[in-house]
């Protein structure tokens, strides 16, 4: 039961332009949800986060937004840098279920100069 | 800061053997740490969360007879893989995080481990 999904498992986009990587979950008990990103050979890395109770959270170049209703979420890369090429993974948690993470397949995504 | 480190990064073992993984934090003490797997393509799936000086908490489906983990001090935390066969052969991650009071973006995650048996 894949309770978090990212059904792209590739993503190729042109330098300066908008990556958009997508997410499903779910479970409704979900109240926050994580983007990390992965370069190989290492672990994960903490990229942006947005709680249940807000719609969109900004950081440079780099934006979540959560359709609750949907339960979709996506981050939006704009402008794309070749240095972005990475694995994305988005995560979800449940406030009753302490700080237990559950991933998504992870979406690869290319950056082309 | 934040530093987890992995050891080994990778290793072959034969069918049968146990093989030992460890997840250290460099610079912070880790109340908690987490062991994930991860076959190809595919997610993180979490495996256990442990504690320092206590037992630890199995996901359902993962046995704890063969996967077991040791959380004996607050900077390191082994997974030993017993009795190891090919299906056991994944990527194992941990992740740490410090303090009691831990949200799900206060986890550091080490570099990772692949385990090959053949």
């Known amino acids: 039961d894949q309770q978090v999904k990212q059904n792209s498992p590739s993503l190729s986009v042109q330098e300066g332009r908008i990556s958009i990587l997508n997410c499903d979950y779910t479970?409704?008990?979900?109240?926050?949800f994580l983007w990390y990103k992965k370069y190989p050979a290492e672990g994960p890395t903490f990229l942006i986060s947005?709680?249940?109770?807000?719609d969109k959270n900004e950081d440079g170049r780099f934006t979540v937004f959560l359709n609750k209703s949907a339960k979709h979420l996506s981050l939006h890369i704009v402008p794309s840098q070749p240095g972005d090429s990475a694995v994305y993974f988005c995560a979800a948690s449940a406030r009753t279920s302490g700080s237990r993470l559950t991933f998504g397949e992870g979406t690869q995504l290319t950056v082309n100069p | 800061g934040a530093v987890v480190s992995q050891h080994p990064s990778w290793v072959i073992c034969k069918s049968g053997t146990s093989v030992k993984i460890e997840c250290r934090s460099l610079d912070f003490q880790a109340t908690t740490m987490f062991w994930y797997r991860q076959f190809p393509k595919q997610s993180l799936m979490l495996m256990a969360t442990?504690?320092?000086?206590?037992?630890?908490?199995?996901e359902q489906g993962v046995e704890k007879d063969k996967f077991l983990i040791n959380h004996a001090s607050l900077t390191l935390s082994t997974l030993t893989v017993t009795s190891a066969h090919p299906e056991d052969s994944s990527f194992y991650i941990c992740?740490?995080?410090?303090?009691?009071?831990?949200?799900?973006?206060?986890?550091?995650f080490g570099p990772g481990t692949r385990l090959t048996v053949l």
């Open positions: 992740s740490a995080a410090p303090g009691l009071a831990i949200t799900a973006d206060t986890q550091y």
């Open positions: 479970n409704s008990m979900f109240d926050y």
């Open positions: 442990s504690n320092e000086g206590s037992k630890a908490t199995y």
């Open positions: 947005i709680s249940s109770i807000k």
